[in-house]
């Protein structure tokens, strides 16, 4: 794709950094981040069960796992938010666009939409501006190369309240094999409280 910029994403340094974290270096992420003044994000592909802080994610990590089969991918449509019931308030359905070019969300929690910025359903990644919205991008394409799930924990800016989000990003497919949707499990820690791992 050509680099041209939308809304602020240089699209071209952006490909180059989600290719570089797809094969594990994020030097390209991180100086995004600190050019804004940001602290920049914790990312760990293929996590296990015991890497998660949060119930929600294992429960969501262990119920993707469950529904892969012979080494595939799960099918997006075998996926049945009632299934997901005990992380349904904070979990996103992200639909891939354009082989990758942007990521709309199909479903946006109501826990999410509670804490952050509103409900961002049918509204696309690069609708939004700044450095949160371009390192979902940066995830959400690096994804689309390794095709495995990709655990995340950043440091917002702009939420006095809040700490740290904790995303689990687990890929599904077509039949044909490609990725066309992501389940995001997301949480965020209170600065005033303990962990709460409920």
């Known amino acids: 794709m050509a680099a041209v910029e939308q809304n602020g994403f240089d699209f ?8 570089d974290l797809s094969g594990g270096d994020q030097h390209a992420l991180d100086k995004l981040f600190l050019d804004a003044r940001y602290q920049p994000p ?13 119930d929600g994610l294992r429960f969501l990590l262990t119920h993707w796992q469950g529904m892969a089969t012979n080494g595939a991918l799960p099918l997006a449509d075998d996926l049945d938010p009632i299934d997901l019931r005990p992380a349904l308030g904070n979990i996103m359905l992200v639909d891939v666009l354009d082989d990758g070019r942007d990521f709309r969300y199909r479903l946006y929690g109501s826990a999410i939409a509670f ?28 994804a689309l190369i390794r095709r495995c799930p990709v655990y995340t924990h950043h440091y917002p800016a702009n939420m ?7 995303r689990l990003l687990l890929p599904l497919s077509d039949k044909p094999g490609n990725v066309v949707r992501y389940l995001i499990g997301c949480y965020a820690d209170p600065k005033s409280e303990a962990l709460n791992k409920t």
């Not at 359903?121 to 959400?140: L, M, N, R, W």
């Not at 006095?160 to 989000?165: E, H, K």
Request: charge should be positive; glycine fraction near 8%; proline fraction near 5%.
């Open 115 to 142: 804490i952050s910025s509103g409900d961002k359903t049918g509204k696309s990644v690069i609708d939004f501006e700044g450095i949160p919205a371009q390192f979902f991008y940066v995830v959400y394409r690096a």
């Open 160 to 166: 006095s309240n809040f700490r740290r989000w904790h």
């Open 12 to 19: 071209g340094i952006l490909n180059a950094a989600a290719v």
């Open 42 to 54: 914790a990312i760990r592909w293929e996590p296990s069960v015991d890497d998660l802080p949060r």
